[in-house]
């Protein structure tokens, strides 16, 4: 396609040969070979412009920016916005029509992955796997092929590229889809189906400055990325969800909850370490579901996945066989296997709301103490850090303060954060080696405790200054066990 295809009637200034041929779009002046259009995009971190000479170097054809030329040598394309941009032309590049796939939206703090895994594994049953893609947290699936996620939400161009180039394109996308994401355009173009609302708590401050900014990010997936016939299904026992639900007040919501109001109304439930179970009525119809996903939370997570999927076209039978085959979601409420007279949880709690739950659902389901080995990551909301100590103390027997991913931040720094929020008289301990504090933690622990290490879940890397070094809890957890008994 030549540059003057691409941008045929789009709202945008050429500068420069329209004739070049192009084969591909990216903001990543890394990913250029030739033929490539370079977009320039103001980042947070970084400025994108910094990098158009390298992007020639590597055989750009064009530079997209939202700024006047910089350069006579090269064709620019100046445009109004460079997020949007990329997604309208990239559409058009890769040829794809987002209208003409269907597609499940999660939104929220907390939940997002467990739901999105959930129903991805739902569909693909129906379905089959190889139509049925899921973008989220703990990696991409497209159809029979897993890869890394780089972010909750791919950029627009990224994921429009993947279904594209596909040699099996995707009939069905369950997709995690981010607050910054709605906000920074990276699902510009996308509607959805079905819009999945699981909660709203404190987190991403940084970028959103309140709750009420972060609400109303969430709030767009629903006004500006919904179907006409699409179903919006919101948890109202959220109050941000009993919010959202009165304020978009149109047939295509559908409410869930224990709140007596709901129209997927949970009637009954019961969590243990080995399953969680909960019947609910929906309309004339009552059903009943089981699952080996542990914690109170989890009944939400598994309502607003049968929600959506019997939105969708999907039977009970379906629901319930997945549900009943279901391994925990790695990294969320992920017990390891060891031979210990206690349990060790991994779980990615690295919010208020996160860490009060995870600890909740332990201590209900623990004979003896609950020992919380935690951090907060650097270079994010520091607000929420000495909230995270004070329910961590209040939820658990004993913290363990230590690391997370300090990123460029100090590590002792973010610690004192966290011990704000922590009475002077509750037994703490701080050990700011990661390993050295779930060590710590292991030879604590005795029979009938849980030990809950929280923040990073799935996560395989601890970010220190910039440099990610090979850190997975549960990989730590089975060496440093295995080695005590050992010794012994």
């Known amino acids: 396609m030549k540059i003057s295809e691409l941008i045929s009637g789009y ?4 500068f420069g040969d329209s004739d070049c041929e192009v084969s591909s779009i990216t903001y990543d002046s890394r990913a250029v070979t030739a033929g490539t259009v370079f977009a320039a995009v103001q980042g947070f971190a ?17 530079v ?24 309208d032309l990239s559409a058009r590049l890769y040829n794809v029509d987002p209208l003409s796939l269907r597609w499940i939206g999660v939104t929220g703090t907390n939940g997002k992955t467990t739901v999105v895994t959930l129903l991805d594994q739902i569909m693909a049953e129906q379905f089959g796997r190889a139509v049925c893609w899921q973008f989220g947290t703990i990696g991409n699936r497209l159809g029979l092929k897993f890869e890394e996620a780089s972010r909750t939400t791919p950029e627009a161009v990224d994921l429009l590229r993947m279904i594209g180039t596909a040699d099996h394109k995707p009939t069905l996308i369950s997709m995690e889809v981010s607050s910054h994401a709605l906000e920074l355009e990276r699902v510009r173009g996308f509607c959805y189906d079905v819009a999945i609302f699981t909660n709203l708590t404190q987190d991403h401050l940084d970028f959103h400055g309140d709750m009420e900014n972060y609400y109303l990010a969430k709030k767009k997936l629903f006004t500006d990325h919904l179907k006409a016939d699409g179903s919006a299904i919101i948890n109202i026992d ?9 304020e978009l007040n149109d047939d295509r919501v559908i409410t869930v909850g224990r709140d007596s109001d709901a129209f997927f109304h949970i009637t009954t439930s019961h969590c243990s370490w ?3 179970f909960l019947r609910v009525t929906f309309g004339e119809n009552r059903y009943v579901f089981e699952s080996k996903l542990v914690g109170h939370f989890n009944v939400a997570n598994m309502a607003v996945v049968a929600a959506a999927s019997i939105a969708i076209g999907v039977p009970y039978e379906t629901i319930d066989t997945v549900f009943k085959q279901i ?19 991994i779980d990615y709690a690295h919010t208020p709301d996160a860490i009060k739950n995870t600890l909740f659902t332990a201590k209900k389901l623990t004979s003896g103490r609950v020992i919380c080995v935690f951090g907060a990551g650097g270079d994010r909301d520091k607000t929420k850090r000495p909230i995270m100590g004070e329910l961590a103390a209040k939820n658990s027997d004993y913290v363990i303060v230590t690391s997370d991913n300090p ?28 390993r050295e504090a779930i060590i710590a933690a292991l030879k604590f622990a005795r029979e009938g405790d849980s030990i809950i290490v929280a923040g990073k879940g799935h996560e395989t890397y601890q970010e220190v200054n910039g440099v990610k ?6 990989e730590v957890v089975i060496e440093e066990w295995t080695k005590m008994q050992e010794i012994k």
């Open 64 to 87: 997209m920016s939202e700024k006047s030329p910089e350069r006579t040598d090269i064709s620019w394309i100046k445009v109004d916005s460079i997020r949007a941009s990329l997604a």
């Open 469 to 474: 070094e090979h850190f997975d809890d549960r």
């Open 46 to 62: 970084t400025d994108g412009h910094r990098f158009i000479d390298s992007a020639i170097a590597h055989g750009a054809v064009a």
């Open 11 to 14: 709202r945008c200034e050429m």
């Open 327 to 345: 391994e925990p979601v790695n990294g969320r409420m992920d017990r390891v296997k060891l031979d210990a007279p206690f349990a060790v949880v």
């Open 274 to 276: 080995d399953k969680t």
């Open 238 to 246: 959220d109050a941000y969800g009993k919010r959202l639900a009165s």
């Open 407 to 434: 990123r460029s931040e100090n590590p002792s720094d973010i610690i004192a954060d966290i011990i704000d929020g922590i009475p002077t008289d509750f037994p703490i301990r701080v050990i700011e080696n990661r």
